[in-house]
């Protein structure tokens, strides 16, 4: 038996740490976007890449992976899901993008793995208020 393939998340879980968003910017080929830009969903774009998964109708804009895959909902969710957070206001068009790495308790915050999280690629917890949905995409 050959070996098993290796997940975005898990890719995701390698690169740990890295403060370097202008390489994911870079991979993407989005070379119209400032070094500085966010890169939550360039990240999550790279590590699918990586994973044999090319999403061409992502954008830079994190609510672009709203389209990608299959809806969930948070109590089928598993680690390794896409959630997708709106930023700003609820309506607005700017949002974060990263993996569930914890399923939430009852009250407990969403515990999210991305790129762009504090500056690098981290685990942070989020309000669940914040979630627009959750996608399975492998």
Known sequence: ???????????????????????????????????????????????????????????????????????????????GDVAVLWRGKPGGWQGHVAFLAKVPEAGEDLLLLGGNQRGSVCERAYPIGRLLGIRRVF
């Open 1 to 79: 038996a050959g070996a098993a393939a290796v997940t975005p998340f898990e890719y995701a879980r390698v690169d740990l740490g890295n403060l370097f968003g202008a390489d994911y910017l870079s991979l993407t080929g989005w070379r119209h976007l400032p070094a500085q830009a966010s890169w939550c969903s360039a990240a999550m774009r790279v590590w699918h890449a990586r994973a044999g998964i090319h999403l061409h109708t992502v954008t830079p804009a994190a609510r672009s992976w709203l389209h990608v895959g299959e809806g969930v909902t948070l109590e089928d969710a598993r680690p």
